[in-house]
């Protein structure tokens, strides 16, 4: 059986995440002197999310090389992800709307994303292992 995640994906994900690491950064940098009216703002934020959708388009050709076995794991972490990330969502505005903590980053909730799915897929790795 062919490993979750193979050598050929790892590839393709490592390539994608520094060439958008840098362009996050250096759209960041550059928009840092501009007035938050200027139009050209607006055109550092293109490349940004062209990447993330070519992140997503990645992650869609390696689902299609999955067998299903392969999907059933992967489908069962992606729910798990979707429910801890809700949970985080709807508890972190009821804190915000109750003045309890001031609007959290949201860098945190991909962090609670990663989290989420990398559980789902221990879980449901380790159910089928036994």
Known sequence: MM???????WREFTLWALVFAVIAVGG???AKPLSAEHPLRTLVVLP???FAAAGFLIEWRQFRRFDEFQKSL??????AMGYTTMAFCMAA?????TRVIQAP????TLVVM???????LWRAR???RE
Do not use: H, K, S, T
């Not at 505005?93 to 709307?97: P, T, Y």
């Not at 980053?105 to 945190?108: G, S």
């Open 3 to 9: 490993d979750l995640y193979d050598r050929q994906y």
């Open 28 to 30: 960041a940098w550059l």
């Open 48 to 50: 940004v999310a062209l």
């Open 74 to 79: 992967y489908l069962e972490a992606m729910m």
């Open 93 to 97: 505005m009821m804190l915000v709307a």
């Open 105 to 108: 980053d949201p860098a945190y």
């Open 114 to 120: 990663g989290l989420g799915f990398y559980i789902g």
């Open 126 to 128: 380790r159910r089928y």
